[in-house]
Structure formats: C-alpha cells, structure tokens
C-alpha cells in the first residue's frame, strides 16, 4: 500500500496528501484525526461538575465545546475532566454541549466514551509530604481535593473495545524496575523519601494509564491515555519530578517489545504491547523535552521509543504568545512553534508538555497546536484553557 506523504519544514510534520491510491487502496483504510486535549473542566468539589454541565450555557464549557467543535477529531483525550460514576459527567457533556454548535460551529457527536477511576484524591494514609500531618491532596495516590479530581475522558467517533480496554491505576511505583525513587537529601540512604510501607501501598500513576482500543475498520488502534503530576509543587527531594520521570517511562516500556515484561493491568493481565500493534499516545505529559522542571530527557524517553514517531505539532500562535509575553520565555531552548501550554510569564513560561504519537504501522500527515493568532477571530477561544488542544492526522492501514 501507498504510504501517505509526510513532509517536513522547520523541523514540524505539514499537512499532506493521499499518494495516488487505487480505489481498492483507498477503501483499505481510513483517516483519523486523534487529539489531546487539558481542558480545565476540572472543579473544586465532587459533583460540581455536574451541576455545570447539567445545562446548557456554562461559560467555560460553551469554549471548551467550541474548540472542540473548530477541531473536529475523531478521538479525543481530555485531560482534567473529574471522573463521575456512569460517564454522567460525560454524558452531559456531549448532550449539552457538543452536539450544539457553539458560536457557529458545527455540532460533533461522539457515540463512543470511555472514562475510568482516578488515583487523584483516594487516601494513602501516609504523610507522603512529611508535613506532619496524614491527610490532603498531597498525601493521596494523586493530588486531589476529592476522588476522581482532574480525571480522564476519551471521547470516539469509532467504537471502543470495552472488553479490552486494560487500565493501570492501581500498579505500585515500587513494582516498575530500577524505579526512580525520591532520595531523602538529608540522609545518606538512598530513595529513602518513603517508608518501605508507604512503598507498599504508594501507586505510580498520578491519575491513571489507560489502554483503551479502538476499532477503526478492521484494525485496532491502542489509545495510551495518561497524564503523569506536574513536576513540581515539591521540595529538593524532588518526589514529583522523579515521578512524572517514571509515569512517562511506563509507555515507553509498555510500547517497546521487551520492556514490559514487568508490567500488570488492574486485572492481572501482565506485559506490555504486542510488537506489531498499533497504538497512539495521548495526553498533558508536563515535560518539555528543553524546558521546564522536568528530569532530564524525561519524555525524550517516550519521544525516542523504538516504535513512536516523533510528530512535532506546532502553531504561529505559540510563536506570537512567547515573543508578546516575554518574561521567562526570553532565553528558553525550546522552539516555541511546538509550545502547547499557556503559563506563567515568571515562570516556567510558555511549555511544550501534550503529545499525540503515533506508532509505526500508522502514517501521520499532518499535525498542529490549536492556538489561534491573536488578531484571529477565534483567539478568544485561548483562554478556553492554559493548554491548547493538539491533533494528529493519521492515515490508519485496513489491518
């Protein structure tokens, strides 16, 4: 079969064109747009978010549709949304505002979604920030005002494989090998932050990894869904930049054949990714592979997976917002053509930290950062959240 033309100019994947395809070609596969998106739905009490959406004209959520709407992907990640039991949150959303158009936007439809538990405020019952005190967000598996706090959401326009979907919120950080464990910098034992009970019980994942299939004609396209704890909000023993390192090391393991070995689902189904799957990763990583508090070469470990391709989105927006703000964006290493977060002119400044990568066996032909000029019609949507949706297209082969 024809590969789609991939072309690239300063470094970013352009928009392409089918190569000339028989129509049986054509008819072997299909395109499809997957985005990730941090949308800030996120509230700061349990049920909050229902009441929001449980009628129309919610400001925020009125923007967030827009973007959505203007963007139009066929599956989509968002980052942030509070888990509610029964996909109500969900539900809501969809009905009262995605399938009405937004400010002349086209309604969208998603028959298909898919959301899960969150480790964001369930209870270790351990001092995990040494405060002296047992209780809080900062003690919980994830940081968290309440359980499912800053949660996931996957939205389909293709069916999702229920039966096959493998979740991984409850892995222990302990389990992952050579696990880079926070050190006690006043003591001379090493990754000794954490008690060995604590260890115990601590979970690696802030929120959760979902492998969530979907099924596009007759092939199936694994949905890594995550979105590892910022790096930061921490002290010198730097126990969520070393996590937000081993979050994202875990699809990197899971993606390459031989590495996963180690690795168990919320069932008890062990290993990682079959060598020949298909698979798209998805979501707000908080790491910037130049900038930011990240570990070093943190998510350059995913970027550089044996079986990822590197697509590289960008917008002119980001590039407008670094020059317009200044601040901490001054002197960055980063290209800001590929920023996709909105933060802090102080600091850290304007981050590149969502990421849509395809895996080989698919072919993406074009991807972008929705981030609209500021004399653009649509740049008031910029505000809709302090990230910006990202969306990869990519032609998915028959099998």
Same mark, same amino acid.
């Given at each position: 079969?024809?590969?789609?033309?991939?072309?690239?100019?300063s470094?970013?994947?352009?928009?392409?064109?089918?190569?000339?395809a028989?129509?049986?070609?054509?008819?072997?596969?299909?395109?499809?747009?997957?985005a990730?998106?941090?949308?800030?739905?996120?509230?700061?009490?349990?049920?909050?978010?229902?009441?929001?959406?449980?009628?129309?004209?919610?400001?925020?959520?009125?923007?967030?549709?827009? /973007?959505?709407?203007?963007?139009?992907?066929?599956?989509?990640?968002?980052?942030?949304?509070?888990?509610?039991? +029964?996909?109500?949150?969900?539900?809501?959303?969809?009905?009262?505002?995605?399938?009405?158009?937004?400010?002349?936007?086209?309604?969208?439809?998603?028959?298909?979604?898919?959301?899960?538990?969150?480790?964001t405020? /369930?209870?270790?019952?351990?001092?995990?920030?040494?405060?002296?005190?047992?209780?809080? +967000?900062?003690?919980?598996?994830?940081?968290?005002l309440?359980?499912?706090?800053?949660?996931?959401?996957?939205?389909?326009?293709?069916?999702?494989?229920?039966?096959?979907?493998?979740?991984?919120?409850?892995?222990?950080?302990?389990?992952?090998?050579?696990?880079?464990?926070?050190d006690?910098?006043?003591t001379?034992a090493?990754?000794d932050?954490?008690?060995?009970?604590?260890?115990?019980?601590?979970?690696?994942?802030?929120?959760?990894?979902?492998?969530?299939?979907?099924?596009?004609?007759?092939?199936?396209?694994?949905?890594?869904a995550?979105?590892?704890?910022?790096?930061?909000?921490?002290?010198?023993?730097?126990?969520?930049?070393?996590?937000?390192?081993?979050?994202?090391?875990?699809?990197?393991?899971?993606?390459?054949?031989?590495?996963?070995?180690?690795?168990?689902?919320?069932?008890?189904?062990?290993?990682?990714?079959?060598?020949?799957?298909?698979?798209?990763?998805?979501?707000?990583?908080?790491?910037?592979?130049?900038? +930011?508090?990240?570990?070093?070469?943190?998510?350059?470990r995913?970027?550089?997976?044996?079986?990822?391709?590197?697509?590289r989105?960008g917008?002119?927006?980001?590039?407008?917002?670094?020059?317009?703000?200044?601040?901490?964006?001054?002197?960055?290493?980063?290209?800001?053509?590929?920023?996709?977060?909105?933060f802090?002119?102080?600091?850290?400044?304007?981050?590149?930290?969502?990421? /849509?990568?395809?895996?080989?066996?698919?072919?993406?032909?074009?991807?972008e950062?929705?981030?609209?000029?500021?004399?653009?019609?649509?740049?008031?949507?910029?505000?809709?959240?302090?990230?910006?949706?990202?969306?990869?297209?990519?032609?998915?082969p028959?099998?």
């Amino acid at each position: 079969m024809k590969r789609i033309a991939a072309v690239l100019t300063s470094g970013a994947l352009l928009a392409g064109t089918l190569l000339a395809a028989t129509p049986a070609e054509a008819a072997a596969g299909r395109n499809v747009r997957f985005a990730t998106y941090n949308a800030s739905l996120n509230r700061g009490a349990a049920g909050q978010l229902v009441t929001d959406l449980s009628q129309p004209g919610n400001a925020q959520a009125n923007e967030v549709a827009e /973007v959505i709407q203007r963007n139009r992907p066929d599956v989509l990640l968002i980052n942030e949304f509070d888990y509610v039991p +029964g996909n109500r949150a969900a539900d809501l959303f969809r009905e009262n505002y995605l399938k009405r158009g937004q400010n002349g936007a086209a309604p969208i439809d998603y028959p298909y979604a898919f959301t899960a538990p969150s480790n964001t405020g /369930v209870v270790t019952g351990f001092d995990l920030d040494r405060d002296g005190k047992v209780g809080g +967000g900062n003690d919980a598996h994830g940081f968290g005002l309440f359980e499912g706090q800053y949660g996931m959401l996957v939205l389909s326009k293709y069916p999702i494989d229920t039966k096959g979907v493998r979740t991984f919120q409850k892995f222990l950080w302990k389990d992952m090998p050579g696990a880079l464990l926070p050190d006690d910098p006043a003591t001379p034992a090493p990754n000794d932050w954490y008690s060995p009970q604590a260890l115990d019980v601590l979970r690696l994942s802030s929120k959760s990894h979902w492998d969530v299939p979907i099924r596009v004609g007759r092939s199936t396209v694994h949905f890594l869904a995550a979105h590892p704890t910022p790096p930061t909000f921490d002290g010198p023993e730097d126990r969520n930049g070393t996590r937000n390192n081993d979050e994202i090391r875990f699809w990197a393991d899971y993606v390459t054949p031989g590495k996963g070995r180690y690795i168990h689902d919320d069932r008890g189904r062990r290993g990682g990714l079959g060598a020949h799957e298909k698979f798209v990763i998805a979501g707000d990583h908080n790491s910037d592979p130049l900038d +930011g508090d990240s570990v070093p070469g943190a998510i350059s470990r995913l970027l550089n997976a044996p079986r990822v391709i590197e697509t590289r989105p960008g917008s002119e927006g980001g590039v407008r917002a670094a020059q317009d703000q200044a601040g901490a964006n001054i002197g960055q290493k980063g290209d800001p053509y590929f920023d996709t977060g909105d933060f802090n002119d102080k600091a850290p400044g304007n981050l590149r930290i969502d990421y /849509v990568l395809p895996s080989k066996g698919l072919f993406p032909w074009h991807a972008e950062v929705f981030w609209p000029l500021p004399d653009s019609p649509l740049a008031r949507l910029n505000d809709a959240s302090d990230h910006h949706l990202v969306r990869v297209d990519v032609f998915v082969p028959r099998r």
